[in-house]
């Protein structure tokens, strides 16, 4: 049909299809109806970087592939994501442009989105969000007094680096080897109020819940037992002074006769009651400015403090064990109390010989009574700050009055508004410094309080970023957590993501529980925001982590504007499975080429010339069987590529798309070594095999896939790629022409 037929030009085939896609909306998440299986996949959020990266792309052309699959399967499919836009790298970016950090995100955003819409991915564009539009950290701030009224957010001290030179705290990262990242300085430690997210609540139940997530890959599954850090082991009763009772943990459930210290965690609850003299008091208060949160965690080197206190062990006649103090308990098993036993572990022994009053008469296990021992667990996942002191972050919505203490800032008075245009300098808070900031009325007694200056870290954001998507962008202003849509979405059927992305989704599980016990999510009876999962390694170039300092760095607008997007999405795909590293190179890409190149210049000219083949009623028959094969090869062919679409193995999808294709040209070998050539049955039956190809291949190289439809005489618009296939249709006797519909 067409008189173009040529050499494959990338570049002009997918400006082609897009400028269509953009024209029909083609993207746009369908209304929630009836019984149709509605499927929410969830890409990773973006920092608003300004550039995608190779990892980028791995993420979305995967989470691409198995939007368009679930689409063409006739699944209504939510493909949406927002920009996780608050936090410090980009401040520090305005901060050296010299820029309000909000004119810099909307920059970087709009430039990624660019490059997202090049490489042709399926995304919804029009619910796309920054987490940092006022519409949207609303929401976080309703989330933060939502949690801090259900008791799962409290404010303790904390250790945090402070420069004396610029006047403000630092993130870890903007301490290089002791220094202040922009003034040189030294850096120093400081005790100061921080807000925390208690996750501990959930520890056991999202622990008991990973049995039940079958949809999602070993590697997510290891980073959520990881991060949980399990131990399973015994508990027992000691004694104090005054009679206080102790419950000590260990992992050495046969050897709990033999302990001969006792090891708390500086924030064991009941601390205070062991460590009374002012001397040891003195000692815990250095250890905790001390920021032992960054100190050495092994067992020589790591702070030990001796309470002077001992707890007494009913089963070895009352034999006195020493209480000593360390975090390496935290490190091990959260902020518990554990036994030492060193008979038995090798860490214990190491703190044992550290604590002189260890090594004196320490019991030997000889004692009368047996140890009353109940099974127990412990986790090492504890809770974590969520305030930084910063100002590109969601502000945090409590005013503090001398008279009624930190008051949370009522709904109808949300969002407190950060202020757009600061330009900060990295010298103090400018949240601080701003009076029309800090100033108010307390919401409870009206006279004049403070507002909290700490913003929230991203890292609170992220806690909620699944759930924007999912209700329409007109609504968000009005509605978020309760929207009726919710219950149709959610949870995700997928989350595609970097297997460094462990940490976020944990904590996302954590609040799902919460919502669901405070009410909003209680559809969700697990408790669960993502019912499959889906992690991905990173992407690296010789080896090595892609880096401007190495000079590896691969770039996606160089290799889209030399190949084109299908060749990028193909490559990346094809070139190792999602649970490995991909190491970048040169050989993918050429394969993906070369295969597309190859896919368009044979389906054309075999899509124009099968009309023109002679109606042979005897060679037909003489070539049915080989017909009857092309049919079993192309639907074995397509139930595997259907299978690894389920299972979002690209990889070996992709290599099945190019088995199928080699059937399809033997095809045509052997009828031609049989005969010499295709007669009009045989044309139209590999035809009709092409279009299968271009279908079974628009999940991964959507524009070509698209584009040869068309070629085959398809029309263009919403259903061009059609219904995902099952079974090659072999033509009808009558003529009908295969390619046509
Ligand atoms: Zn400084
Ligand atoms: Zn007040």
């Known amino acids: 049909m067409s008189s173009t037929r040529s050499s494959y030009e990338a570049g002009k085939v997918e400006i082609a299809r897009q400028r269509a896609w953009a024209e029909r909306d083609a993207f746009a998440t369908p209304a929630p109806a009836g019984?149709?299986?509605?499927?929410?996949?969830?890409?990773?959020?973006?920092?608003?970087?300004?550039?995608?990266?190779?990892?980028?792309?791995?993420?979305?052309?995967?989470?691409?592939?198995?939007?368009?699959?679930?689409?063409?399967?006739?699944?209504?499919?939510?493909?949406?994501?927002?920009?996780?836009?608050?936090?410090?790298?980009?401040?520090?970016?305005?901060?050296?442009?010299?820029?309000?950090?909000?004119?810099?995100?909307?920059?970087?955003?709009?430039?990624?989105?660019?490059?997202?819409?090049?490489?042709?991915?399926?995304?919804?564009?029009?619910?796309?969000?920054?987490?940092?539009?006022?519409?949207?950290?609303?929401?976080?701030?309703?989330?933060?007094?939502?949690?801090?009224?259900?008791?799962?957010?409290?404010?303790?001290?904390?250790?945090?680096?402070?420069?004396?030179?610029?006047?403000t705290t630092l993130a870890a990262l903007q301490v290089e080897d002791g220094r202040c990242w922009r003034c040189h300085n030294e850096v120093r430690l400081i005790r100061r109020p921080t807000w925390f997210l208690r996750i501990t609540p959930y520890l056991e139940e999202n622990d008991r819940r990973l049995a039940e997530l079958e949809d999602w890959d070993e590697i997510s599954l290891s980073t959520q037992r990881y991060i949980l850090g399990r131990s399973d082991g015994v508990e027992v009763d000691l004694t104090g002074p005054g009679g206080a009772g102790l419950a000590a943990f260990t992992p050495h459930a046969a050897s709990v006769a033999e302990a001969s210290f006792v090891l708390l965690s500086p924030r064991h609850p009941e601390l205070e009651g062991?460590?009374?003299?002012?001397?040891?008091?003195?000692?815990?208060?250095?250890?905790?400015?001390?920021?032992?949160?960054?100190?050495?965690?092994?067992?020589?080197?790591?702070?030990?403090?001796?309470?002077?206190?001992?707890?007494?062990?009913?089963?070895?006649?009352?034999?006195?064990?020493?209480?000593?103090?360390?975090?390496?308990?935290?490190?091990?098993?959260?902020?518990?109390?554990?036994?030492?036993?060193?008979?038995?572990?090798?860490?214990?022994?190491?703190?044992?010989?550290?604590?002189?009053?260890?090594?004196?008469?320490?019991?030997?296990?000889?004692?009368?009574?047996?140890?009353?021992?109940?099974?127990?667990?412990?986790?090492?996942?504890?809770?974590?700050?969520?305030?930084?002191?910063?100002?590109?972050?969601?502000?945090?919505?409590?005013?503090?009055?001398?008279?009624?203490?930190?008051?949370?800032?009522?709904?109808?008075?949300?969002?407190?508004?950060?202020?757009?245009?600061?330009?900060?300098?990295?010298?103090?808070?400018?949240?601080?410094?701003?009076?029309?900031?800090?100033?108010?009325?307390c919401p409870r007694c009206g006279e004049p309080a403070r507002r909290e200056t700490d913003t929230l870290d991203c890292h609170f954001d992220a806690l909620w970023l699944w759930v924007p998507s999912a209700v329409p962008p007109e609504a968000r202003a009005e509605s978020m957590f309760d929207h009726p849509d919710l219950r149709h979405w959610l949870p995700s059927e997928r989350l595609v993501a970097g297997s460094d992305s462990g940490g976020f989704v944990f904590d996302q599980r954590v609040v799902t529980k919460a919502l669901r016990d405070i009410g909003p999510f209680a559809f969700l009876e697990q408790g669960e925001p993502f019912s499959g999962c889906l992690f991905h390694e990173m992407v690296i170039a010789d080896g090595r982590k892609m880096s401007k300092h190495l000079g590896n760095v691969v770039d996606p607008d160089e290799l889209v504007e030399q190949y084109g997007a299908d060749t990028v999405r193909l490559a990346i795909l094809y070139a190792a499975g999602p649970a490995k590293t991909l190491n970048w190179n040169d050989g993918a890409l050429r394969f993906a080429s070369r295969f597309l190149h190859n896919v368009w210049v044979y389906s054309q000219e075999r899509f124009a010339s099968a009309s023109k083949a002679p109606e042979d009623a005897e060679a037909a028959d003489d070539t049915e069987f080989l017909r009857e094969?092309?049919?079993?090869?192309?639907?074995?062919?397509?139930?595997?590529?259907?299978?690894?679409?389920?299972?979002?193995?690209?990889?070996?999808?992709?290599?099945?798309?190019?088995?199928?294709?080699?059937?399809?040209?033997?095809?045509?070998?052997?009828?031609?070594?049989?005969?010499?050539?295709?007669?009009?049955?045989?044309?139209?039956?590999?035809?009709?095999?092409?279009?299968?190809?271009?279908?079974?291949?628009?999940?991964?190289?959507?524009?070509?896939?698209?584009?040869?439809?068309?070629?085959a005489g398809f029309e263009d618009g919403a259903d061009l790629v059609g219904a995902w296939p099952v079974h090659l249709v072999l033509p009808g006797p009558a003529g009908a022409s295969a390619a046509a519909r």
């Not at 050296?96 to 709009?110: I, L, N, Q, Y």
């Open 274 to 441: 062991w460590a009374t003299e002012p001397a040891v008091r003195e000692q815990l208060d250095d250890l905790r400015s001390g920021g032992w949160e960054r100190s050495a965690r092994d067992a020589k080197s790591v702070p030990l403090i001796d309470t002077g206190s001992s707890a007494t062990a009913p089963w070895n006649d009352d034999a006195a064990l020493p209480v000593l103090v360390s975090p390496l308990v935290d490190a091990r098993y959260g902020p518990t109390a554990a036994l030492g036993i060193p008979s038995v572990d090798e860490a214990d022994a190491k703190i044992a010989a550290r604590a002189p009053r260890v090594g004196e008469g320490a019991p030997s296990g000889a004692g009368s009574g047996e140890p009353e021992a109940r099974p127990a667990v412990r986790y090492r996942a504890a809770d974590f700050s969520i305030s930084r002191q910063r100002f590109w972050g969601t502000p945090i919505p409590i005013v503090h009055c001398d008279a009624c203490g930190a008051v949370p800032v009522p709904e109808a008075d949300l969002p407190v508004a950060l202020p757009r245009d600061i330009e900060p300098t990295g010298e103090g808070n400018p949240l601080a410094e701003r009076a029309d900031f800090v100033e108010v009325a």
């Open 629 to 711: 094969r092309l049919r079993k090869w192309c639907d074995n062919g397509l139930e595997r590529v259907t299978a690894d679409l389920e299972e979002l193995q690209m990889h070996k999808a992709v290599r099945n798309v190019t088995r199928l294709f080699e059937r399809i040209q033997d095809f045509e070998k052997r009828i031609v070594k049989r005969r010499g050539g295709l007669s009009r049955a045989d044309a139209e039956a590999q035809a009709a095999a092409l279009v299968l190809l271009a279908q079974a291949l628009a999940p991964f190289a959507p524009h070509i896939a698209e584009a040869l439809l068309l070629e």
């Open 35 to 167: 019984d149709r299986p509605a499927v929410y996949i969830k890409p990773s959020s973006p920092f608003t970087s300004g550039k995608l990266h190779m990892g980028h792309v791995r993420d979305y052309a995967i989470g691409d592939a198995y939007a368009r699959f679930r689409r063409a399967r006739g699944d209504a499919v939510l493909f949406g994501f927002g920009f996780d836009a608050f936090g410090l790298p980009a401040e520090m970016a305005a901060i050296e442009r010299k820029v309000p950090p909000a004119d810099w995100v909307e920059r970087c955003g709009e430039r990624m989105l660019e490059q997202m819409r090049r490489l042709g991915f399926s995304f919804d564009y029009e619910r796309v969000f920054y987490s940092s539009d006022e519409a949207q950290y609303r929401w976080s701030q309703w989330l933060f007094v939502t949690l801090l009224e259900a008791g799962l957010i409290y404010r303790d001290d904390t250790t945090v680096d402070w420069c004396d030179h610029c006047r």
